[in-house]
């Protein structure tokens, strides 16, 4: 098919998930209205029944985020959308989720914090929330786009993943471009990859709802469709009963998180950006990479070798590329806003084979180019 032959929108960041979110087959969502993700819910209460999708709006952020499981567990792909204060009352019941191995994604189009905080200004201080907002140990693919196309392009992407490894996927979006409007080419169906969860192959009878294949996955059945199938939040056996059997719940702790940190090769998105004869490297993720990004154009034409590792995948996270680069360039500086959440992951993974100099704003205004290259001549100086 033609590029040309494609469709053209000037679209909401917003919107732009909504479009990714249908393309991808999701057909329920569940939410409750929030400062800025209240336009995806808004155009999912308009497109959902349209196409036999079912949309609904809980009372609160907890029952939205149920309803998701459930609707999931029943055999629909599933999304839910809110923002910082939302997420933190999702907390549990994603915890649940990944317990029960549900897929499901949940959308937050960050703001700054805490509690009420800033609601209609960008933040990235739910990083580390996406990451380890609910307790235990467990795993979590969170990803991060950085323009109103890549939103789109991201949402398919948390689906599919979402739907292979059986997990909940965190869409990390910040006020800027949810409410931003860029053109947007949206694909055809047929174009984009699309992933469905993993079926039973064997007889009702024999169906173990917990037992993994060599992935690590256990195939899915549809609740109600006549395999066996119990859930429960306990830490359970293949069966989906609880265990006090330490092999069991060690077993089990252990496949949760290897089929996610084995997979990494495949969960990690990531983009290089003038980094191959670099001597200071930017590592940025979503709004604040687009500022970051001009500001490597800004220090080539001072002459200064700076080039840019932009993140999509925050978790897992991306150990390697970190300390790889860690190793080529005299620093790395670490642009966020919020006061380094992420600072500290790439401190970590890159052993101290060169400095990494945080850059931080949680004033609810964006990070500019300008500011990034002063950052880094306060430093060369």
Known sequence: MKRQD???KLLQGNEACVEGALLAGVRFFAGYPITPASEIAEEMSRRLPRIGGKF???EDEIASMAAVIGASVAGLKSMTASSGPGLCLKQENIGFAIVTETPCVIVDAQRGGPSTGLPTKPSQGDVMQARWGTHGD?????LAPSDVNEILEMTVKAVNLSEKFRTPVILLLDEIIAHMREKVNIPLREEIEIIDRKRPNVKKEDFLPFKADQDLIPPMADFGSGYRYHITGLIHNEKGYPTSNAQEIDRFLRRLTNKVELNKKEIIIKER??????KIAIVAYGTVSRAAKRTVRLAREKGEKVGLLKLVTLWPFDDDSIYELAKQ???IIVPEMNLGQMLREVQRAAQGKCPVIPY???DGELINPIEILESIEEEIA
Request: hydrophobic share 55%; no cysteine.
């Open 6 to 8: 494609r469709m053209v």
């Open 56 to 58: 609904m709006q809980m």
């Open 273 to 278: 950006y003038f980094l191959d004869d670099a």
């Open 360 to 362: 931080n704003r949680v």
């Open 329 to 331: 360039v005299d620093f």
């Open 138 to 142: 467990h795993p979590m693919i969170a």
